[in-house]
């Protein structure tokens, strides 16, 4: 089956940067899209940023010009590079990720990483 290990969390004074990795393991055929998402205390889980293959990579709007995502489709692997960071971005991240499994048929899959830590303080 399919799993996902994040990495590259931790405590970052705000202005400073993370980046923040992803690894999909597993009986995987093909993966149709990977992302990022965080949830802070109290709030709901959020799209941060997706990577839709053969699509158009998309953002949160309040991670625009400061967050980049970028995979590697041969390894399984996306990460996101976190840049000029407030404290407003404190939260769990999560890794995402969608595609078919290596099955005689096919089958679809959707996983979530275990999440990992973000704190952004002084």
């Known amino acids: 089956q399919v799993q996902l290990v994040e990495s590259g969390g931790g405590l970052v004074q705000p202005g400073g940067s993370l980046r923040l990795s992803c690894v999909a393991s597993g009986n995987i055929f093909s993966i149709n899209a990977m992302g990022w998402y965080r949830q802070a205390p109290g709030k709901e889980r959020e799209l941060v940023a997706s990577?839709?293959?053969?699509?158009?990579?998309k953002y949160a709007d309040y991670v625009k010009g400061r967050f980049t995502i970028s995979r590697d489709n041969a390894k399984n692997t996306v990460d996101l590079q976190m840049n000029n960071l407030k404290p407003e971005d404190t939260a769990v991240y999560y890794c995402?990720?969608?595609?078919?499994?290596?099955?005689?048929?096919?089958?679809?899959?959707?996983?979530w990483g275990q999440g990992t830590l973000v704190t952004v303080s002084s």
């Open positions: 995402y990720a969608s595609g078919k499994l290596g099955t005689i048929p096919l089958r679809l899959f959707e996983r």
């Open positions: 990577s839709p293959s053969g699509g158009t990579t």
